[in-house]
């Protein structure tokens, strides 16, 4: 990685008016979270036509194995903790850079590391708790982790017996409306984009970038593997965000931004 390009990235950054950041399961990974199609992701190990919305609300065996690949050893484990990318990009909003941090993860590591909650935009929910699909009622996950452990397999709503599913959305389900269209907004209105840890293939989370793109906002994509979007980037790293990122705020630190 060049310090050319880590100094492109923070002159951009200082002269945007309006930033939106972007982050997918890549800029986790350096907190022991696997991605889904990076090399080792989860993909490689499990076969992604079993864990949609659809086998979940219909077949109990389906629902075990999402428990268990969701709150078992292999994906978001309880002790997890954000790493320097998240708290790189929660120092940009304390610097006033960040209109707002759209991320597809569903982990809580960017409010861990000090993102307002105000300023991060979900579009695919959150693992922190589950939700009763009949009467509404959450859940902490960690009540979800006790009553696994304590061998429910299939877990129901204590309140009303209905089916709990991870407040995250599943394959197949549909966005959450209010997150969805906020984000498109927030994507159109921006003049600088910034990318993190994402294939760009799940959409329609992939199309808050083109969205940018298409209303005349520079791009900047920092990511280890390719993506559709690298030869439209104004800027392209592949490397670690949790390298590449607190470089960034170093070097706007250093320019008194
Ligand atoms: P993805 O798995 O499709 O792609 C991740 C990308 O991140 C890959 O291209 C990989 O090269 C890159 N990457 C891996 N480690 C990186 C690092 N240290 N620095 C920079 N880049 C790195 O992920 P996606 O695009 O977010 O889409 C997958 C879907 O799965 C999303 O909906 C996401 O919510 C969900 N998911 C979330 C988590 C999480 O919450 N931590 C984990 C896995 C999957």
Redesign the pocket.
């Known amino acids: 990685m060049g310090k050319e390009s880590i100094y492109k990235i923070a002159r951009l950054i200082a002269a945007s008016k309006k930033l939106v950041a972007f982050?997918?399961?890549?800029?986790?990974?350096?907190?022991g979270?696997?991605?889904?199609?990076?090399?080792g992701?989860?993909?490689t190990r499990y076969d992604p036509d079993d864990f949609t919305y659809q086998k979940f609300i219909q077949d109990a065996e389906a629902r075990k194995k999402h428990w268990n690949l969701l709150l078992g050893s292999e994906?978001?484990k309880p002790d997890v903790s954000p790493n320097p990318?998240h708290y790189a990009l929660a120092e940009l909003e304390r610097m006033g850079k960040l209109d707002c941090l759209i991320?597809?993860?569903?982990?809580g590591?960017h409010e861990m590391a000090g993102s307002s909650k105000d300023k991060v935009i979900h579009?695919?929910g959150t693992?922190e708790r589950a939700k009763c699909l009949s009467c509404g009622n959450l859940y902490p996950i960690e009540e979800l982790r006790a009553w696994l452990s304590q061998g429910v397999e299939d877990p129901r709503c204590p309140k009303c017996g209905g089916l709990l599913k991870p407040d995250?959305?599943l394959f197949g389900e549909s966005m959450p409306v209010w997150e969805t269209r906020e984000a498109q907004r927030r994507s159109q209105n921006c003049d600088l984009f910034v990318v993190?840890?994402?294939?760009?293939?799940?959409y329609p989370?992939?199309l808050m970038p083109r969205y940018a793109l298409e209303s005349g906002a520079k791009l900047i994509v920092?990511?280890?593997?390719?993506?559709d979007l690298d030869e439209k980037a104004d800027i392209l790293i592949h490397?670690?965000?949790?390298?590449?990122l607190p470089q960034v705020v170093e070097v706007l630190k250093q320019a008194g931004v």
């Open positions: 982050s997918g399961a890549g800029i986790s990974t350096e907190s979270i696997p991605d889904f199609r990076g090399p992701g989860i993909w994906f978001i990318a991320t597809q993860n569903v982990d590591l579009l695919h693992m995250a959305v993190v840890g994402s294939s760009l293939v799940v989370a992939a920092v990511n280890q593997l390719p993506t490397g670690k965000a949790g390298e590449v």
